[in-house]
């Protein structure tokens, strides 16, 4: 039972933001995935285990994705 406890806490939405994540929202409050889905000057919130941070997009790049 410790470990399936522990698994849900390791994937748990808070257990993931603990370890250093962030979850992007935009404007409208749904869940920003790609950065394709943002362009220059759009507002986002970052949200942290501990707090949020409202932001404006200056800049975006689109990296390639490898597909291991």
Avoid: C, W
């Avoid at 920003?32 to 889905?37: F, K, L, M, Y």
């Amino acid at each position: 039972l410790g470990r399936v406890a522990g698994k849900l806490e390791a994937l748990s939405p808070l257990g993931v933001l603990s370890r250093g994540y962030a979850l992007v929202q935009n404007d409208e409050g749904h869940v920003v995935s790609s950065a394709r889905e943002l362009t220059v000057g759009d507002r986002a919130t970052l949200r942290f285990v501990d707090g949020r941070a409202e932001v404006s997009v200056i800049n975006t790049e689109m990296e390639a994705m490898s597909h291991e």
